[in-house]
């Protein structure tokens, strides 16, 4: 907690590439919402990264520290 | 204080040390939670709480019976008290990376300087009790110090955020399948449908309602609210690990049209509201937030709730949040 990194979007899973363009994050193309979630949930996991759901069938994974100061 | 020049004062020599030690140990009783309980921290305090008595209690004697080495040595002796504040802010800041919901800079620097001050404050009440003993009489002393511990007590006694705030529990919910509500406060985008299910199940939601205007203030401080946030996990523990970042105790301001009104949502261990509730109300006031009485979003809130005007607050909020009937 002591030093607060930029918040990074680390990586992206998506189930419809075309809504992404790749642009430094890795992406990860899901076969269904299942898989994305069970994707996203092991990317976040094993990665400490939070994940964000954009509703546009594209999850976020962004790196920062969570608390209360965010 | 052999080899001075009068005899030495053991009377107020003994009523300063007493009364410093009885504060300083007062002071540990009731700030229990904001100091290492084990022993070993324990007897630190009370070695340094002695120490800072002692040279309390000793300056008045030492300095009547012209004994000027030794008081010159008993200041150099309080000079060792400042490195305790930073010793303890290290300490802190070394476990912050250690434990799962950090107490906070603004905490910590709350903490180690109430610890510095205390063994001041110790060496101070010493001193005055010993000044009584030797200029009056015994009993008088005694009196004298018995009245500065107490007014001591009272004057480090610092406010809680209960005193400001009232604490109450709120429902949670999720709007538009992934926004976490409490109440009406929007907390976080939780993006898995695992973590979703679970936040309802067992989550709870508080919402803070700031009854002065120095509780507003309080919750607009992002220090401020960490130290509840950590105080809130201490109590009924927090469903947590590494690799599970979205658990984390969050408080967070009422926005996008903030009323001053900030919730907490905890996945607790121990699903007991009340107790929750206690160590929410009982979180010391940090020092950062003491002087601060307006805050500052107050003027735009009021700009906000009459017209609505401001277009950019407006789109981009979530539409429940509009304040429309």
């Known amino acids: 907690m002591a030093e607060a990194p930029?918040?990074?979007?680390?990586?992206?899973?998506?189930?419809?590439?075309?809504?992404?363009?790749?642009?430094?994050?890795?992406?990860?193309?899901?076969?269904?919402?299942?898989?994305?979630?069970?994707i996203a949930m092991w990317l976040s996991r094993i990665t400490n990264a939070t994940v964000h759901d954009l509703h546009n069938g594209v999850f976020v994974l962004v790196v920062n520290l969570p608390g209360a100061g965010g | 204080m052999s080899g001075g020049s009068g005899p030495t004062d053991w009377a107020a020599l003994v009523v300063g040390l007493a009364a410093g030690l009885a504060a300083r140990l007062a002071s540990m009783d009731r700030e229990r939670r904001h100091y290492p309980a084990w022993p070993g921290g324990y007897i630190t305090q009370l070695t340094m709480a002695a120490i800072a008595a002692l040279i309390g209690g000793a300056v008045v004697p030492a300095l009547v019976s012209k004994n000027w080495t030794a008081a010159t040595f008993l200041t150099l002796a309080a000079t060792q008290f400042i490195g305790l504040r930073q010793t303890e802010m290290k300490t802190l800041q070394a476990e912050e990376d250690l434990i799962l919901v950090g107490r906070g800079p603004a905490y910590i620097m709350g903490i180690a300087t109430t610890f510095e001050s205390r063994n001041f404050l110790a060496m101070l009440v010493a001193a005055i009790g010993s000044l009584a003993t030797h200029f009056l009489k015994l009993d008088a002393g005694i009196l004298v110090a018995m009245v500065t511990l107490v007014a001591s007590m009272w004057f480090t006694s610092g406010s809680r955020v209960?005193?400001?705030?009232?604490?109450?529990?709120?429902?949670?919910?999720?709007?538009?399948?992934?926004?976490?509500?409490?109440?009406?406060?929007?907390?976080?985008?939780?993006?898995?449908?695992?973590s979703r299910e679970r936040f309802l199940a067992e989550g709870i939601g508080v919402v803070l309602e700031p009854i002065t205007q120095r509780g507003e203030s309080m919750l607009w401080n992002i220090g401020q609210r960490q130290a509840i946030a950590h105080e809130a996990a201490a109590a009924v523990g927090?469903?947590?690990?590494?690799?599970?970042?979205?658990?984390?105790?969050?408080?967070?301001?009422?926005?996008?049209?903030?009323?001053?009104?900030?919730?907490?949502?905890?996945?607790?261990?121990?699903?007991?509201?009340?107790?929750?509730?206690?160590?929410?109300e009982a979180t010391p006031v940090l020092e950062s937030v003491r002087s601060?009485?307006?805050?500052?979003?107050?003027?735009?809130?009021?700009?906000v709730l009459e017209e609505g005007r401001s277009a950019g607050l407006r789109a981009n909020g979530p539409a429940a949040l509009r304040p429309e009937p």
């Open chain 1, 6 to 38: 930029t918040p990074q979007v680390f990586c992206v899973v998506t189930t419809d590439p075309g809504r992404v363009v790749a642009g430094g994050a890795p992406v990860f193309v899901a076969q269904d919402e299942e898989e994305q979630a069970r």
């Open chain 2, 162 to 194: 209960g005193e400001h705030v009232r604490v109450r529990q709120g429902k949670v919910r999720f709007e538009k399948g992934t926004l976490l509500f409490v109440d009406d406060v929007m907390l976080m985008e939780v993006g898995l449908p695992h």
């Open chain 2, 238 to 280: 927090v469903q947590k690990d590494i690799g599970y970042p979205e658990q984390t105790p969050l408080v967070r301001m009422k926005m996008p049209y903030p009323d001053g009104t900030a919730a907490l949502f905890i996945l607790p261990v121990v699903h007991d509201f009340p107790r929750l509730k206690a160590a929410i």
């Open chain 2, 292 to 303: 601060q009485k307006w805050p500052l979003p107050h003027v735009r809130k009021r700009e």
